[in-house]
């Protein structure tokens, strides 16, 4: 394993690991996004920029939380496969580079993005990636580790009630419906189970630069629901509920939209009462309503 170290603050570092590499040179670089997973840089070479992405193993944004490092090269993989598919690769940048032993990926850098609300069209757009995307043809592409990981994070932990996270009112409503607990466990256990559809894996807000997606490193073969689920979620907590006939409209592939609400439930559950906390501007009353929602979509 290498000891190379991706640090915004030490461009002459990264330059000469990237010459090591034969990936060129940097000037300068700038630590970018939010880093919830990885390492992330933007980097300079004279008046060219490209994005310079490292998995370390444990979560970047919390360090207290193991992550599988090999998930670099899952990522890689993912640009690979999807790169001939142009509805898709035409929507996310481009892969320049991958080094497994200092799990680093080089990356087209997609420019400065204002993030905005989405509108209808955006929708359209990123609903289009789906439609395309999942109609890759896979034969295994398991991420066991990612998912065991995500798993952990959307389906157990926040239905736990000695997690510690200090949510105990909002979620106690959930935690004495057994119903719903039931539920959510056996929905985990069908995210555990391999499928045949290739998944972006982490559909959210995070993931979309406007109508680009980028971060896969949680693909894997499973139910297109998936996908699908975490996007209606992430519209309803932008307070976009009103865009979900827009995603079923434009969706065009076979799909379960009941397994797909199921799905969103439980996304919209974990995001209110779980470790993977928005920057949502909503009161006490309106948590409690979108929990209520989580609910009814996940006990349909």
Not at 164 to 191: H, I
Request: glycine fraction near 8%; proline fraction near 5%.
């Amino acid at each position: 394993m290498s000891d190379f170290e991706l640090d915004a603050n030490d461009p002459a570092a990264m330059a000469a690991h990237l010459q090591t590499l034969g990936w060129g040179s940097v000037d300068r670089a700038q630590r970018i996004g939010d880093g919830n997973m990885n390492m992330t840089v933007r980097a300079w070479h004279g008046d060219k920029t490209f994005i310079l992405k490292q998995a370390r193993p444990w979560v970047v944004k919390y360090p207290q939380i193991a992550a599988p490092i090999e998930r670099a090269a899952v990522e890689a993989r993912f640009y690979s496969l999807v790169a001939s598919t142009p509805g898709v690769a035409s929507r996310m940048p481009r892969l320049l580079g991958f080094d497994e032993e200092s799990h680093l990926l080089m990356l087209q850098d997609l420019g400065d993005f204002q993030i905005e609300t989405p509108t209808e069209a955006t929708v359209i757009e990123l609903t289009a990636y789906l439609v395309g995307l999942h109609k890759i043809e896979v034969d295994s592409f398991p991420n066991r580790a990612m998912r065991a990981l995500n798993h952990e994070h959307q389906y157990e932990f926040p239905l736990r009630a000695d997690n510690g996270l200090g949510f105990e009112a909002l979620a106690a409503p959930l935690l004495a419906d057994s119903e719903y607990c039931a539920r959510v466990k056996s929905l985990g256990q069908r995210y555990l189970a391999d499928g045949n559809t290739l998944l972006h894996g982490d559909f959210f807000p995070g993931s979309w630069l406007n109508t680009s997606v980028i971060d896969p490193e949680f693909c894997y073969l499973g139910d297109a629901e998936y996908d699908l689920g975490v996007f209606l979620a992430h519209l309803e907590l932008l307070g976009l509920g009103t865009l979900w006939p827009t995603v079923i409209t434009h969706y065009t592939n076979p799909v379960n939209w009941t397994l797909a609400r199921n799905y969103a439930g439980a996304e919209i559950m974990r995001r209110l009462i779980g470790v993977a906390q928005l920057p949502l501007k909503a009161d006490l009353e309106q948590k409690r309503q979108w929990l209520r929602l989580s609910r009814e979509l996940v006990c349909q």
